[in-house]
């Protein structure tokens, strides 16, 4: 049975093609159309694969856009997704970190990848994926050269969280003479601080998987690994994760309409 | 099938003005009240009318910030704001006001309401342990007879506050009863439904009439339960919703929840069951004041330090209707409810092992699509673990 997943996000559109044990996958910007997007991914992929769409059994949609898409199946959250993603790919985590563009979150996964409890800051754009850019547009950087630059450094207590009023308050620290790479540890520092907090409400996971875009800066992994108190894992298909739980909620689907 | 009563019930509050302003034409005083904790016994014994001022609604609190922070909860935003700008008609039809000191943004809110409406403000204890807090809060209600007595130019007999007893009895025992349908499996009336008509009752202009609407509604609901409906097919999440109070206007997150795939089969706020189950004693041979303080000191609100009440309540509840999942709603900026959740939390997953949502919002609809993402995953993982 071959199923399909596709994750709306609201930066990316994500989507995995899975039959028995192996997958295809892609990435798309999302643009300004999540229901265009979702469509054009989906027969890109199945152009990929060289199918057409009588082929597909069973369609989930997650991500912000799923309720855009009409051809889905069914929708489930990124959360339940993510889940089951993550798990795919790491059998044995409990928990998985992810922090997007626009949300964090902590869900707790119980061995077959379902979700046991999950926290989520969603209200603003505080230790996300945004603020990280805001930051860096602050020093004159690109978000990817956060973690380079401020390797080793000594990070300086940064007061504020909302992503607004940082800016003021880095502009205000280097005009003190702080230098940038202090700065941005410290940045990186407090957002893991904030996420690790979320984190320890749920309980200490054992095995975490480190997720979303923000799980490329180092910076961030190394503070949250130090505030937890374990080593994050992150692994290279991270940002596909949704999707592919997606596929898999699929298949099992697929199975349970066919018993 | 959705009871036809329904339909008088939605519109309950519009209806009711005209009733309310037909009795002020024939001199019946109307006196507004805040919270539960407000004895409307007291008021109905002065042979007036006691109405619900509590606002639920978001479109006045852009007026209320322009005195109060905004960071402060919606509920008392709300309130002032119609206060202020004369949007409630309740407000406008009430001759005299009673207040209580609960929370700090409440008390502190009412020094400036005071200035709209005659008002008393009655010093509640923050505790409802020990029998300090109780001669206090039982001093209370005596002053609190006496300013209705001048205000309303009414004296309250002993046989009267026996007979307004009685009456509020009746009528809770009756809401009591509909809210009790929905432990019924699957549930005879949709959460959004129950909650529409116990907030109603804040509107009633006669408790007779009140009381017979709802009996009609239970009527139709125990119908529907004979008939084995349910607006719900089987196997749905049944969900406890605690916390800061509910109404029209501030239905989103009970909204969400049902169209998510839950139901709300049990409301625990103050709307809802956690001011229905005590009932005032109706002993002749006692103080009808003292069996009053009595009654309303063991409303278990959090405003009370520690609020125990609330988890002996919890307990029952969630065993009584069979609840999957618990969701705890804060309006933002309630401390008090804020900080208790942490111990909702853990006791809903610890003494139950359930899923539990804590979610902090307001009135407004800016983040309908993030609270419906959570509760969406929320009720994802209660219809798993029901189905294991």
Not at chain 2, 32 to 52: K, N, R, S, T, W
Not at chain 2, 290 to 303: D, G, N, T, V, W
Not at chain 2, 329 to 346: G, K, P, S
């Amino acid at each position: 049975m071959i199923t399909v997943g596709l994750d709306l996000g609201s930066v990316t559109t994500k989507a995995v093609l899975v039959e028995g044990n192996s997958w295809i996958s892609l990435i798309r910007p999302t643009g300004y159309s999540p229901r265009q997007a979702g469509r054009e991914a989906f027969e890109e992929l199945l152009g990929n694969a060289g199918l057409k769409r009588g082929d597909i059994g069973f369609i989930v949609g997650t991500g912000y856009g799923r309720i855009s898409v009409p051809f889905i199946d069914q929708a489930v959250t990124e959360i339940t997704c993510h889940a089951k993603g993550a798990h795919f790919l790491v059998k044995e985590i409990d928990m998985v970190i992810d922090i997007g563009g626009q949300d964090s979150k902590v869900i707790a996964v119980d061995r077959f990848g379902n979700v046991t409890d999950f926290a989520m800051n969603d209200r603003c754009a505080a230790g996300t994926g945004k603020f990280l850019e805001v930051i860096a547009a602050a020093l004159g950087l690109d978000v990817s050269e956060l973690a380079m630059l401020s390797k080793n450094a000594d990070p300086i207590q940064t007061s504020n969280m909302c992503t607004v009023f940082v800016e003021s308050e880095v502009i205000s620290l280097l005009a003190e003479g702080v230098k940038r790479e202090r700065i941005i540890a410290g940045i990186h520092q407090s957002v893991a601080a904030r996420v690790a907090a979320m984190a320890e409400r749920l309980g200490k996971g054992e095995h975490i998987v480190f997720t979303g875009g923000v799980a490329k800066n180092e910076g961030v992994r190394e503070f949250l690994g130090k505030e937890l108190g374990r080593d994050l894992l992150v692994v290279p298909e991270s940002q596909i994760a949704g999707a592919l739980g997606a596929a898999l909620l699929a298949q099992e689907e697929v199975k349970l309409k066919s018993l | 099938m959705r009871p036809g009563s329904m339909k008088i019930f939605k519109n309950f509050r519009d209806l009711s003005i005209m009733d309310l302003e037909n009795a002020k034409k024939n001199k019946t005083k109307i006196v507004g009240l805040y919270c539960a904790f407000a004895p409307q016994e007291l008021v109905l014994a002065a042979g007036a009318i006691p109405v619900g001022l509590c606002g639920t609604k978001n479109e006045p609190i852009a007026a209320a910030e322009k005195v109060l922070p905004r960071n402060l909860c919606p509920l008392i935003k709300s309130s002032f704001g119609f206060a202020i700008t004369d949007t409630c008609p309740f407000f406008r039809l009430a001759d005299f006001v009673i207040a209580e000191t609960t929370c700090d943004g409440k008390k502190k809110m009412f020094e400036f309401l005071r200035r709209y409406k005659p008002m008393h403000i009655m010093q509640l204890p923050q505790s409802s342990d020990g029998t300090r807090t109780f001669d206090w809060w039982l001093a209370e209600l005596s002053v609190l007879k006496i300013k209705l007595e001048e205000n309303l130019g009414a004296e309250i007999s002993e046989d009267s506050l026996r007979q307004a007893i009685k009456l509020a009895n009746r009528e809770r025992r009756t809401m009591k009863r509909l809210h009790e349908i929905n432990k019924i499996d699957p549930a005879p009336l949709s959460g959004l439904d129950l909650m529409t008509a116990l907030w109603s009752n804040n509107f009633n202009e006669d408790k007779e009439e009140g009381i017979e609407l709802v009996n009609g509604l239970i009527g139709e609901a125990d119908e529907i339960a004979g008939n084995g409906t349910s607006p719900f097919p089987k196997g749905t999440p049944r969900i406890l919703l605690t916390g800061c109070p509910v109404g029209l206007g501030s239905e989103k997150v009970v909204m969400l929840i049902e169209k998510c795939g839950g139901s709300v089969v049990c409301l625990e706020n103050c709307g809802g069951i956690k001011t229905l189950g005590y009932l005032v004693e109706e002993n002749d041979q006692k103080d009808p004041l003292e069996a009053l303080a009595e009654r309303y000191l063991k409303i278990p609100c959090s405003c009370m330090s520690p609020n125990s009440g609330r988890f002996e309540l919890l307990d029952r509840l969630i065993t009584e209707y069979k609840v999957d999942g618990v969701v705890d709603l804060t309006w933002q900026a309630c401390h008090t409810y804020n900080i208790e959740a942490e111990m909702v939390r853990d006791f809903v997953k610890k003494d139950f092992g359930l899923p539990f949502l804590h979610l902090e919002t307001d009135y407004s609809s800016s983040d309908l699509q993030q609270l419906q993402t959570r509760i969406s995953a929320f009720i994802e993982v209660t219809g798993r673990k029901k189905q294991q």
